[in-house]
């Protein structure tokens, strides 16, 4: 008995009555291991509340300190884009809710699927970050070290849209290589985790779809305004909809990646946008505004990395019908880091985009 | 497979004779490498805290040999600026701030608290490869290019540069997650995890620190994680929120800075506290006076600590109310800490005092503690502090309370659970004599450097004024009595493992539950569920000579 | 109610009379703990981090006082068991709370107090503009004269507004208790007067890099007479362009903080022996070390940086800084290095 005891062995498959294979050793009874989970979920949400909070602590500051560059900085945000990607993380937030509450009626198809739909939500947030933040780096809207005065000198165009766009088609193509290998061996379990990853890594390209969209329809001026709104309308509900998406977004994969730059029009003309405002078009004053900017968006889009990658781990559990009413411990706990990550986001589109 | 390794755990009754320990329960590097076992890993993190003593020991003789004369002994201005700088922080992020929570705190918190283990091994053993990581990441930046900073960071110096700043800074960062997730376990532990009968009230007081510490990790070190980001992304980016070339505020940075590392303070002392009631009390073979006060002060001293961060630039140039407001709460962190000693002191009241070598410790920390607390008056007053403030005063302020205190209580506690933790007794004298040294060293050391810094020696000096140079030198000869003592403590420690007695279950007498179980204790601690009762009652605990140890009669 | 007032009112004044008691203690001349007391804070300073340091010594003396006697009292000893029933006394407890509280709130108050009359800075001031950089600093007195020591008159009120051309640095007078942060990208400003005429160390007390410990400087507190002295002889430079490149070098610019004449490596390369000679250059090749070289370097620092300076950027430009006949007196000064 003694000498097999490897510290390890609450990996065990088997199901005693006991102390099921899910309860870990040092735990009593799964009361105890669900509530020991959650308060150390809440935790970690705590920690990382406040992490984010020096960051909001800073745009506090510095918007108190120079409200005038922070009204006049913020136009260069593209508010639809930030009201798109609202919409399409507040719904992501109801698929994970809707994934808990099958995990917890051991409904594990309906699990997997909701699953996969907050997962393939996170990539298209994903797609429309990366348009939006390729165009500003494209107009040289930098944080204050790299700022470049708009309308003044010459920003250094790149294609840096392709070169975001890179690893999610190498995921693409990686995905549907397995999907298509689980089909041909009829694995049931690896087409359940595949699938998923596919329709995420489109999902992506669909974003990017959006965000090259709405962000064109900035070049058009205001006028147009109101016609957009209701194209965006149909997109958002379109969201949802990811085998439409992932044909469109396919086709748009394979012409536009081997180094076909999206045309350069599509995007906002420096010159249009108000920079009559010599005194705070420079590096130490909007040059700020976008340190800010960079710094909290970009520190939430590595949440939403994280999130993706722990999301997928459920589905891999998911798949292999680990989650069930006694336990799901897990999805609950990933679900609250989700809707936290979410919450944040809800507090980032109206501090940073709708300042005007 | 498990089956037959889960079933003794519902039965516990099977395993009661099950020989061997933790120590020896399974073998192999592999066995230690990846073990979830809190003692283990608790062992593994003292290994590594005190190399990283070792190593920040050696540094600061090296300063104070060097600033043995006033235009310096042997080193350029430039290599003591990066030596000062490495001891700074390998003391603070790689020895103070894990020592006593994450090596002895990982040890006895489970089996003081009477659970098998803490809630989250693998979080657990994950902190500790993080610590790893994170040394290993600052050490080798730190060490292959100098920095020379400072351990503050503080900009605009460290965006300026040659040295690796985003590298160390990065370490930080990495070794801020691993104190975050020992400090969530802990919580979860103590919240979830107490046998029944373990009510918050009988927990013994070093949980209690230990808790209030845990809070302060959890909800200080993200700022610090968001800081260094921050400070990366400046020098990386120029995202211009702390460069004074790019309109941003070299003070905000301080603001962040000390948000985190003034509750980190508390992250360093507050467990010594707690090591110093159990120490008190077990060697007075008395209960400790005034339990609850303790534990409340604890949580106040956590609480308040968040407060105060401020005093740490009362001369940059705040604004006069503020500075004001931060001096006021500054005074009010001193309550506690002073109904603390107090406390202490009479728990030897009508006990029952054995001076054995945790004692001395103890009350060596009782003696320097009160030195490092009551220097810490003038430094909060705000006339005084405009003198004083960045001085040597305020060096040997910070080295009474961390050296004298949270080291002489770590030190204290290695002798004190010693016996539990490697089941070998050490030299009674050998321990003794390393107390005394390490007492008149450390005094020898530090007491000059309160009277340089009200003459006016201002710190991170590589040189100074002639009239400074016998004080230095009384300093410095202090620095080499207690490193000495330093090296007789390890000689008795590691003398230990090799002709040290068995070690009895109780060698002290102790009323807490790790003097229940067996001396080192078993791999899943309690064979049966402990009975849990007291924590500080002794009566019925007597010395038996045939045993080697106290056994509790009724 | 009444009777607690007087109680208050009587602790108030004898709190007063300790006060004075302290005051009288400190002395006015170096003392064991403290430098000479040569502004109006040091005494303020000294009596009260006394008072301070004589209750916190009372508070020592007791706990160990206790310590040592219980450690004897109760000893473990054959034939002596301790009574464990001694854990709790409200009134004790509640006594050993509410003493350190008041005497808290009294070094609070009286700490406060003293740090709002360093804070009030008064109407009439003598301003100098005071210049850090690493690692050396310069004083700007009325009509343009630059020194890197600062003089003060005795009796008279100073004020400094400060700033930093590169990091945080700090000025430290001990002698006037005094302690400010030069925070770069805003004016700090401090003020003190000076009580007794004499010299004193100024000090850097924020680190600021390789050279802190070598970022003095010199106090001189003068007569009014002796100080207009020195003001008229400052606004008149030397006759002989090698004395006042001399007095650049050393005093006005601060050169010396970064370039020594005797051939060792501060920061900058030393100025000794290299006029006429050949430089090599951090990019490649050699330069004659003439009147043009000089004049470039000082103007441009980085246009021609020398072999092992790579980082010629230490150096800030002095464009605009020094007039021309200034730059012809530092070369002729270097010139004269070279005949010594």
Same mark, same amino acid.
């Given at each position: ?8 062995s609450e990996h065990a498959d088997d199901h005693s009555h006991d102390h099921p294979a ?79 509450r099958a995990a917890q009626l051991s409904q594990q198809k309906i699990l997997v699927s ?143 990646? *081997? ?90 589109? *109206? ?6 | ?58 540094? &600061? ?41 994450? &090596? ?119 700022? +610090? ?44 002392? +507050? ?90 410790? &103890? ?43 949270? +080291? ?43 009277? +340089? ?102 | ?34 430098? /000479? ?47 464990? /029933? ?119 007390? /924020? ?48 050169c010396a903080s970064c370039h020594s004449i005797d051939g060792a490596k501060i920061v ?73």
């Amino acid at each position: 008995m003694s000498d097999i005891t490897i510290p390890t062995s609450e990996h065990a498959d088997d199901h005693s009555h006991d102390h099921p294979a899910w309860l870990a050793h040092h735990f009593d009874d799964a009361e105890q291991q669900f509530d020991s989970g959650k308060l150390g979920m809440w935790l970690f949400l705590v920690t990382e509340v406040l992490f984010f909070s020096g960051m909001f602590v800073a745009y506090a500051l510095f918007r108190s300190l120079h409200p005038e560059v922070f009204v006049y900085a913020s136009q260069f945000l593209n508010a639809k884009l930030g009201a798109i990607n609202t919409g399409v993380l507040l719904f992501s937030s109801l698929t994970m809710a809707w994934a808990v509450r099958a995990a917890q009626l051991s409904q594990q198809k309906i699990l997997v699927s909701m699953l996969a739909m907050t997962l393939s939500c996170a990539a298209m947030f994903l797609g429309v970050k990366a348009v939006e933040y390729t165009h500003k780096w494209d107009l040289g809207l930098l944080p204050a070290g790299m700022y470049i005065t708009q309308g003044v000198a010459e920003p250094n165009h790149g294609n840096w849209l392709q070169i975001l766009c890179i690893p999610a088609a190498v995921f693409a193509v990686i995905f549907a290589g397995w999907y298509l290998f689980a089909l041909v061996g009829r694995n049931r379990f690896q087409l359940q985790i595949a699938g998923p990853l596919l329709v995420a890594s489109l999902c992506f390209f669909a974003g990017v779809q959006l965000g090259v969209f709405l962000e064109s329809g900035e070049s058009h001026g205001d006028a147009h305004g109101s016609g957009h709104g209701a194209t965006h309308g149909d997109h958002h509900e379109g969201a949802g909809d990811h085998a439409a998406h992932a044909i469109i977004v396919d086709h748009m994969v394979a012409t536009s990646i *081997p180094g076909q730059a999206f045309p350069s029009e599509v995007f906002v003309d420096p010159k249009r946008v108000g920079i009559d405002e010599p005194e705070i078009n420079q590096r130490g004053r909007a040059g700020i505004f976008f340190g800010i900017y960079y710094m909290m968006t970009g520190i939430h889009a590595v949440h939403i990395l994280g999130g993706m990658g722990v999301i997928t781990w459920l589905i891999v559990k998911a798949a292999r019908h680990e989650f069930h009413s006694k336990y799901f411990g897990p999805v609950d706990n990933v679900g609250l880091y989700w809707h936290l990550v979410d919450f944040i986001w809800i507090f980032l589109f *109206p501090l940073l985009y709708l300042i005007r | 497979m498990s089956a037959v390794i889960s079933k003794p755990l519902v039965a516990p009754v099977e395993s009661a004779k099950e020989p061997g320990n933790f120590l020896t329960h399974t073998s192999g590097f592999l066995s230690w490498a990846l073990t979830l076992d809190h003692k283990r890993i608790g062992l593994m993190y003292l290994v590594g805290v005190m190399s990283s003593f070792l190593l920040g020991g050696v540094l &600061a003789l090296v300063v104070r040999a060097h600033l043995f004369y006033a235009d310096g002994a042997f080193l350029t201005l430039k290599q003591y600026n990066q030596i000062f700088t490495l001891h700074g922080a390998v003391m603070v992020f790689l020895f103070i701030i894990p020592s006593v929570p994450a &090596a002895l705190g990982n040890f006895l918190l489970p089996i003081m608290l009477g659970a098998k283990d803490v809630a989250f091994p693998r979080l657990n053993l994950s902190s500790f490869y993080l610590w790893v990581g994170g040394a290993i990441f600052f050490l080798v930046a730190m060490l292959t290019t100098g920095l020379d900073t400072g351990w503050t960071f503080y900009t605009p110096y460290s965006l300026e540069t040659t040295g690796p700043v985003v590298l160390a800074t990065m370490g930080v960062f990495i070794l801020g997650f691993s104190s975050i997730f020992t400090g969530l376990n802990f919580i979860v532990t103590i919240n979830t995890m107490r046998p029944p009968g373990m009510t918050w009230f009988r927990m013994p007081l070093l949980l209690w620190a230990i808790y209030s510490t845990s809070i302060i990790q959890v909800l200080a070190t993200p700022v +610090l994680g968001i800081t260094m980001l921050l400070l990366m992304a400046e020098r990386f980016l120029g995202i211009g929120i702390f460069d004074p070339k790019l309109n941003g505020d070299p003070v905000t940075y301080q603001h962040f800075f000390w948000f985190y590392s003034h509750p980190a303070v508390y992250i360093m002392i +507050l467990p010594a506290m707690g090591i110093i009631s159990e120490l008190m009390s077990v060697h007075s073979h008395k209960g400790i006076f005034g339990y609850r006060m303790i534990a409340y002060s604890s949580v106040a001293i956590a609480l308040f600590g968040f407060l105060v961060w401020g005093h740490h630039m009362f001369t940059s140039g705040m604004a006069n109310v503020t500075t004001i407001v931060f001096s006021a709460l500054t005074f009010t962190v001193s309550i506690p800490s002073a109904i603390k000693v107090f406390n202490w002191l009479f728990t030897m009241y009508k006990g029952t005092v054995s001076l054995t070598t945790p004692m001395l410790y &103890a009350l060596s920390f009782m003696f320097l503690f009160t030195i490092g607390g009551l220097t810490g008056l003038p430094l909060g007053a705000l006339s005084i502090d405009r003198h004083f403030h960045d001085t040597y005063f305020v060096v040997a302020h910070f080295h009474y309370v961390m050296m004298g205190g949270t +080291l002489v209580a770590f030190l204290g506690g290695i002798f004190h659970w010693w016996p539990k933790m490697v089941g070998k007794m050490y030299n009674e004298l050998g321990g003794q004599i390393s107390a005394g040294i390490v007492f008149v060293g450390f005094n020898l050391t530090f007491l000059p450097q309160f009277v +340089l810094g009200t003459r006016g020696m201002p710190r991170r000096y590589a040189t100074y004024v002639p009239e400074f140079e016998f004080l230095h030198q009384l300093s410095t000869y202090g620095a080499f009595l207690l490193g000495i003592g330093l090296f007789v403590a390890l000689g008795v420690l590691i003398n230990s493992l090799f002709r040290g007695k068995k070690a009895p279950t109780n060698p002290w007498g102790g009323a807490t539950l790790e003097w229940v179980c067996s001396s080192p204790p078993p791999h899943d601690n309690f064979s049966k569920p402990p009975v849990v009762g007291d924590p500080y009652d002794f009566r019925g605990l007597e010395y038996d000579a045939r045993e080697g140890g106290y056994v509790r009669r009724k | 109610m009444r009777q607690l007032f007087l109680n208050l009112n009587e602790l108030v004044f004898s709190l007063r009379t300790v006060e004075i008691m302290f005051f009288l203690i400190a002395d006015q001349n170096k003392t064991f703990w403290f430098p /000479e007391q040569a502004s109006t804070f040091a005494p303020e300073v000294d009596w009260f981090f006394l008072a301070v340091t004589y209750i916190s010594l009372a508070f020592f003396v007791l706990i160990v006082g206790f310590m040592v006697y219980f450690m004897y009292a109760y000893r473990e000893r054959p034939g002596y068991r301790g009574s464990p /029933e001694a854990l709790h006394n409200n009134a004790l407890e509640i006594g050993w709370t509410v003493v350190p509280t008041i005497i808290a709130v009294w070094i609070f108050y009286r700490g406060t107090i003293g740090f709002l009359d360093m804070m009030t800075i008064p109407a009439d001031t003598r301003d100098v503009q005071v210049v850090a950089k690493k690692w050396a600093w310069s004083f700007g007195y009325p009509n343009g004269v630059i020194d890197n020591e600062l003089h003060l008159v005795v009796n008279e009120p100073a004020k400094m507004i400060m700033r930093s051309d590169d990091v945080l640095h700090s000025l430290f007078v001990p002698a006037f208790r005094a302690k400010c942060d030069v925070v770069p990208g805003r004016y700090a400003t401090m003020w003190f007067e000076p009580t007794k005429t004499g010299t004193y160390d100024l000090f850097c007390s /924020e680190y600021c890099g390789d050279q802190h410990s070598k970022m003095g400087a010199k106090v001189v507190v003068h007569t009014k007479e002796e100080y207009d002295a020195w003001f008229t002889k400052m606004q008149i430079p030397p006759s002989d362009p090698v004395e006042y490149g001399k007095l650049l070098y050393a005093k006005t610019m601060g050169c010396a903080s970064c370039h020594s004449i005797d051939g060792a490596k501060i920061v900058g390369p030393s100025f000794k022996g290299t006029w006429g000679g050949e430089v090599a250059l951090a990019v490649g090749g050699t330069v004659p070390f003439d009147e043009n070289y000089v004049r470039e370097s000082v103007l441009n620092p980085q246009a021609k940086a020398r072999a092992g300076y790579e980082k010629a950027s230490l150096m800030p430009s002095y464009q605009g800084r020094l007039k021309e006949e200034q730059i012809s007196a530092l070369i002729a000064y270097m010139k004269s290095l070279k005949s010594e």
